[in-house]
């Protein structure tokens, strides 16, 4: 139950922080042209491709407390490494682009002429986005959070890289499961907790379908 409770921070604090930035890079894929557009919606994709091991040395690297990032964080009495903050900053980064996908289908799936309607009606580029972009995305923008909440449930490779696998601090579900495995007769405990991990992934997906079709029907309906 303590690890149960600390990924369900984890991944909380993961989507809600990644949201707003995944918003925003989802919008400037979908929707600007400037240089290094590829080399952004690379790098956005990365976390996928990269072994999720190396994304945790990274971050252990670049966090770390004598790390270029993580030493003047320390300083303000911002720490990651081997925090739960650390986890969930792991988990985000490795949502990330699950979020961002989802998100940028919608706003493509969305009539460009919609927007420069509203922007023939004197509304600024916020006003126009807020008013006539956001409602109908909206769909894409929960089933994002929904899956970028799952994927952080699941984290395991990068998390116990950068933030090891602390009972009460920074074990999560996944790392439970790792430990239960490393000790005899921990087979049924990491067997409970499996079953946990695929109840709540599957009732985020089914979340994610219901909601989003939901609000897709309510927006239309307006």
């Known amino acids: 139950m303590e690890a149960l409770r600390l990924s369900l921070r984890v991944s909380f604090w993961a989507t809600l922080v990644t949201l707003p930035f995944g918003i925003f890079v989802a919008y400037a894929l979908a929707r600007w042209r400037f240089p290094g557009r590829q080399v952004l919606n690379g790098l956005v994709h990365l976390p996928l491709i990269l072994p999720p091991v190396v994304t945790g040395y990274l971050l252990l690297l670049t966090f770390g407390l004598q790390g270029p990032l993580g030493k003047p964080l320390a300083g303000l009495g911002i720490v990651f490494a081997f925090r739960w903050t650390g986890a969930a900053l792991a988990a985000g980064i490795m949502a990330f682009p699950l979020m961002v996908r989802a998100i940028r289908l919608s706003i493509e799936a969305v009539d460009p002429k919609l927007e420069q309607a509203g922007a023939t009606l004197g509304a600024s580029r916020l006003m126009v986005f807020a008013t006539v972009t956001l409602p109908m995305i909206f769909p894409g923008v929960i089933a ?29 579900l996944p790392s439970a499961v790792y430990a239960f495995l490393q000790v005899p007769g921990g087979e049924a405990a990491a067997t409970r907790l499996v079953i946990i991990s695929i109840i709540i992934a599957m009732g985020a997906l089914l979340l994610s379908e219901y909601v989003g079709r939901r609000v897709a029907e309510r927006v239309a309906g307006s």
């Open 144 to 172: 994002g959070a929904i899956l970028a909440f799952a994927k952080a449930m699941g984290e395991f490779g990068a998390t116990i890289t950068f933030v090891s696998n602390i009972p009460g601090q920074t074990q999560t």
